[in-house]
């Protein structure tokens, strides 16, 4: 298998979280569960084997996806087909972070994935080609790099703005006040909802919850015993029930199941 994982600098890396390459991975599962983590991501395959995505539930297949596609802000999980003998690149944009590169509302795109050429245009897909065309993995990762310096827009004020306070919730989502952070964006409730929704694609209380969540993902990851009515009032909640509808709803799991099913990263689960 090959692996690449790359962080990128500037003037990237205020947008982009990441660029991951990889082929040839195998798993023993044919579905995972991709459990929301407050990125937008799009993800080339560089094969002709498309991905699907599955009803959680029935896990019935719902939707296929081929080429490139764009994957919008996510308040609930999402039910796909493992990654096996697959080749993919796929960048992981920062809360807040595609909007220079795609300049329209990200809420548009929320619960949503999507063709990627309808987002980015047929550059997508010219992309797609010259990776495919590329044999060295590190050209690869480059090549997306410069694609995406050449997309990267100014930023807007406001733009920077929700950036801001975007930073401050993942700072301190335990204490953080919503009501006073909108105080302090010198905008009322009511546009900086908005902004916040057009640039993030959620709310700010939606958003904090999700923030929340992933921080409760990692402290547990790869625990074994978990003293839960801790956890809840550790991170604010007001009764251990709470804590548990909040966690899955987000995944489709209790806190016991997921630390019996996890897999080998935070935001996954094997569906086995």
Known sequence: MIFKHDIPKAPLDNFVASIVYYKDFKVE????????DCTTNLVINLFETPRYIYDNETLEEKEACYEAWFSGMHTEYLTISSDNESEMLVISFKS???FPF??????????????????FGDEILDLRQRLINEIDPDNKIEMAKKW???RLNEVSFEGEIIQHFVSQIQKSSENINLTELAKK???????FIHLFKKY?????KQFHRIVRFNEILNAIFNKERVDWAAFANEFGYYDQAHFIRDFQAFSGHNPKQYIDDQGDWPN???VR
């Open 29 to 36: 599962h044919s579905k995972d569960k991709l459990l929301p």
């Open 96 to 98: 807040g972070g595609v």
């Open 102 to 119: 795609i300049n329209q509302s990200v809420e548009a795109f929320n619960n949503s994935v999507v063709a990627a050429n309808t987002v």
């Open 148 to 150: 995406l310096e050449s």
């Open 185 to 191: 964006s010198g905008y009322s409730q009511k546009q």
């Open 200 to 204: 993030v694609g959620l709310t700010p």
């Open 268 to 270: 996954y689960i094997p």
